[in-house]
């Protein structure tokens, strides 16, 4: 079965830096997309990154461009978000999605059918 597992969540101040990790087994294919979403209370979950397995074309949300970047280790079968200058906007769950489906990347929640268990980041000012 295919499992998601994440870690590397945190409390930081405003300026520094963690970096997630998303450890993926029961998936050998190399399509589909993987993707970085986070969710504050009240608000919709929304999109941070994705990552088209294929290609490595990653896309990233106009609020964390420049700031974040995506990664990946295929020795380790592991994707990584490395997060930089955080900002307590950034305060959130953030959880690590895959779609095995092939071709593009989504960046709304529904496609994604596998889910790691959300990590807590929360940044101060």
């Known amino acids: ?9 945190g409390s930081v101040q405003a300026g520094g830096s963690l970096r997630l990790s998303c450890v993926v087994s029961g998936y050998t294919d190399s399509s589909g997309c993987m993707a970085w979403f986070r969710q504050v209370p009240g608000k919709n979950r ?10 490595t074309w990653t896309y990233y949300s106009d609020s ?3 700031r974040f970047t ?13 997060m930089n200058s ?6 959130a ?6 779609d095995p ?7 709304v929640p529904g ?15």
């Open 46 to 55: 929304e999109v941070v990154s994705t990552f088209w397995l294929s290609t």
């Open 101 to 107: 489906t092939v071709g593009g990347c989504s960046r």
């Open 111 to 125: 496609p994604y059918t596998y889910w790691g268990q959300g990590t807590q980041v929360t940044v101060s000012s």
């Open 86 to 91: 955080l900002k307590p906007d950034d305060t």
């Open 93 to 98: 769950t953030y959880y690590c999605a895959l």
């Open 70 to 82: 995506v990664s990946q280790d295929n020795a380790k079968n592991t994707l990584y978000l490395q």
């Open 64 to 66: 964390v461009k420049g």
């Open 1 to 9: 079965q295919v499992q998601l597992v994440e870690s590397g969540g």
